[in-house]
């Protein structure tokens, strides 16, 4: 494939919007192909496109890749976010390991009854300010530089961003008593492809509804109910 890479997902966040940001940080225009239908999810997996037979899926180099760690892998080291060497990589890696672990139990939520996302909702918040954020707070104020690693944009900048206006949806205010990622947010937020992808119209895509949880259960037929931790 050549041109623009090519996300196969549904219209909505799940697995394939930290994809979304980290093509975007990079300012990368990119195609996508929205799952409304079984036969569309069927013509996937039928054609073999779906190594594991699931999405997210990118078209990107002439691959169809699958395994969301694998594509933002990709993309960042092609697009010169992944660090200037090994060591900074297995930082990067480490990091985005947290922010992803975060995130992890935020993209559970919208399946969640409405009694169960209360519990959740007070879950991710405590986890985010007792286990997460205070070791991103203590990284940027211990080295006193813009950014997690080596002072230079990488991904686990764009993940960590990402992860905190995750969390800022839940509470609002959840950044109090962390300065050093109020201004880690208001600096990254600021760079010209964030910031483009912040604002109104772009292929950011807006807080899990109803539809978008429907459409993902008839797509992949997810007869069962989700629980919280």
Do not use: C
Request: charged share 30%; aromatic share 12%; glycine share 6%.
């Amino acid at each position: 494939m050549s041109g623009k890479p090519k996300l196969y997902y549904f219209d909505g966040r799940g697995k394939m919007e930290s994809i979304r940001w980290l093509l975007a940080a990079a300012g990368v225009e990119f195609e996508e192909e929205f799952l409304e239908t079984r036969e569309q999810y069927d013509k996937l997996l039928q054609g073999g496109s779906l190594l594991f037979q699931q999405v997210p899926m990118v078209e990107i180099d002439g691959m169809k890749m699958v395994q969301t760690r694998a594509i933002l892998s990709y993309i960042a080291a092609k697009y010169n976010l992944y660090g200037k060497d090994l060591k900074d990589r297995a930082w990067i890696d480490m990091y985005v390991g947290g922010t992803e672990d975060l995130m992890g139990f935020i993209l559970m939520f919208p399946f969640l009854s409405a009694e169960d996302k209360e519990k959740q909702r007070a879950f991710i918040v405590q986890k985010a300010t007792s286990r997460y954020f205070p070791v991103y707070e203590k990284v940027l104020k211990d080295h006193g530089q813009d950014f997690l690693v080596g002072n230079n944009f990488s991904w686990a900048d764009v993940h960590l961003l990402e992860a905190i206006l995750m969390v800022e949806e839940k509470k609002s205010d959840v950044l109090s008593g962390f300065p050093q990622l109020q201004a880690f947010k208001a600096r990254i937020s600021s760079i010209p492809t964030i910031k483009k992808f912040l604002e109104p119209g772009s292929q950011r895509k807006p807080v899990p509804d109803d539809k978008y949880v429907e459409t993902v259960r008839r797509v992949l037929r997810m007869y069962y109910d989700i629980k919280a931790n």
